[in-house]
């Protein structure tokens, strides 16, 4: 089914080949293009939806095959950007009360207040109801404007839990742990002694906000880091194994994506600290080996906003200019050594790894030949990993003397079964750099005892209002 939608000033939004959004006026005339999301490293339009106003649009975008995830954004037509809105979002309506009523990918429905004139959500979602029937990537529930709902439930044939899943190099499977099953997994990150995996996760029949927790291997406890109301992700461990950062919304009244960090043995009680609070939205951090310095990225990925700085911890100071471009330079990752960063950048087109001295030095090396993202380097020295345009995990050998040199490319395995967060890390390795620790889609015929059936809900705004403000 072609992605539409009519706008109310009278075009049409439809996709084109190459997840391309395209509008025209809806009595004929000439189309433009909008966006060629092909370009941002995204493979399938999966739907859109128009706004009040007309000044900006709903869209579902895939980075690989949509039963293998799904993320919801806003295209903003006066500020020609698409930002990220929400992962493992099917599809979101927007409604009269001035929230963005939204259906994850496993059948939950959600509604969190959106800023219609900044187009973008202002508050953690409130969990509605569940148990949604989806169909890979299109959920069977659609709002009306007059506050008319009708939805199926029952019957899932998309992906239900997740599992953690280790990876070896010609593409063999095993369970991290039978126990790590039932929840919905955003992102993993192994401990630097691979005793332990940092988690961000939802858990099922939960609050639907992502939480950080924390795994002993092969068989420990499960403990929670985070426990507030506040989504939290994209963990990245200390040195020593001590402490976890993470990217959060919302805490501590603090609006924008920050950088917080947390006890990984959950001594804290679920209170974190402000590591790193900007002007612009922080989507990522990592720490220089020594741990003097914390490079952050801020800024989108898809949107050539995105750009690399350097805070020294010991000081707060802070570098901007690390990597900053017209264009987008993100999922960074600095040598075992410290003296090497990778990362992704859209200079070409679309994202390619690139790798270049730390902290000084402009040159740099094109890594991938197609296409690439979520740069992880080997503990050896030799290597370092990637996912290429295929979908397809890869591995580059390399020398530093007398400088930085590919020697090799090579194609390991596909990564379509697979979760990936696009601008982000979208696996681990483990310390002898022969397995990769990532997480799974496990595909459900049919939700737990929902029967199917069409359910049909009148002047739903009026409940939602006594909802959001209680």
């Known amino acids: 089914m072609v ?19 395209m509008r025209i006026p809806d009595v004929g005339g000439l189309a433009d293009t909008v966006a060629v999301y092909s370009e941002q490293g995204f493979t399938n339009l999966a739907w859109v939806g128009g706004l009040p ?72 979602g409130l969990p509605l109801f569940e148990g949604v029937q989806l169909n890979t990537s299109t ?28 990876v070896d190099r010609s593409g063999g499977t095993e369970l991290v742990d039978q126990s790590l099953t039932g929840a919905t997994y955003f992102s993993a990150t192994l401990s630097p002694n691979d005793d332990r995996v940092a988690l961000a996760m939802v858990e099922t029949g939960g ?54 960090s947390i006890t990984a043995d959950g001594s804290s009680e679920g209170v974190s600290d402000l590591l790193l609070e900007h002007t612009r939205p922080v989507r990522e951090v990592f720490f220089t080996p020594d741990e003097r310095g914390l490079i952050f990225r801020q800024g989108q990925a898809n949107t050539g ?10 000081t707060g100071s802070i570098d901007e200019t690390l990597l900053a471009s017209d264009f987008s330079e993100f999922g960074v990752s600095l040598s075992p050594d410290g003296r090497w960063m990778a990362y992704s950048s859209d200079a070409s087109g679309r994202p390619e790894i690139f790798v270049r001295p730390f902290p000084e ?37 390399y020398r530093t003397e007398p400088s930085f040199a ?18 982000w890390r979208a696996f681990d390795i483990s310390s002898d750099d022969e397995r990769f620790l990532m997480v799974s889609f496990v595909g ?27």
């Open 3 to 21: 992605a539409t939608a009519w706008q109310d000033d009278g075009t049409i939004l439809y996709e084109m080949p190459g997840a391309t959004l």
């Open 361 to 397: 030095g402009t040159s740099r090396v094109q890594v991938s030949a197609n296409g690439g993202r979520s740069p992880v380097w080997a503990h050896n020295g030799r290597e370092l990993f990637f996912v290429d345009a295929d979908g397809v995990m890869s591995v580059a050998t």
């Open 139 to 166: 959920p069977e529930l659609t709002v009306a404007w007059d506050g008319t709902m009708l939805y199926a439930t029952g019957g899932q044939t998309t992906q239900g839990s997740r599992e953690l899943i280790w």
């Open 305 to 314: 906003t995105a750009d690399l700085g350097l805070m020294d911890l010991q």
């Open 53 to 124: 106003g007309s000044r900006g649009a709903l869209v579902t975008l895939c980075p690989g095959p949509c039963a293998g995830g799904l993320s919801l954004l806003v295209a903003d037509f006066e500020a020609d950007t698409t930002r990220l809105l929400l992962d493992d979002v099917a599809r979101g309506w927007y409604t009269p009360t001035g929230q963005l009523i939204y259906v994850r990918t496993d059948g939950a429905v959600f509604a969190a207040p959106f800023d219609l004139d900044a187009l973008e959500l202002t508050g953690p």
């Open 207 to 260: 609050t639907g906000v992502s939480q950080l927790w924390v795994k002993e291997l092969p068989d420990g406890p499960l403990t929670r880091l985070t426990t507030g109301s506040s989504p939290a992700g994209r963990p990245i461990w200390s040195q020593d194994g001590r402490n976890i950062s993470f990217i959060a919304d919302n805490a501590d009244n603090i609006i924008l994506p920050h950088a917080r």
């Open 444 to 470: 459900r015929a049919q939700m737990s005892g929902d029967s199917e059936r069409i359910i049909l809900v009148q002047n739903y705004f009026e409940e939602l209002r006594e909802r959001v403000s209680n």
């Open 406 to 423: 590919v020697e090799s490319r090579d194609q390991l395995f596909s990564v379509s079964e697979y979760v990936g967060i696009l601008d």
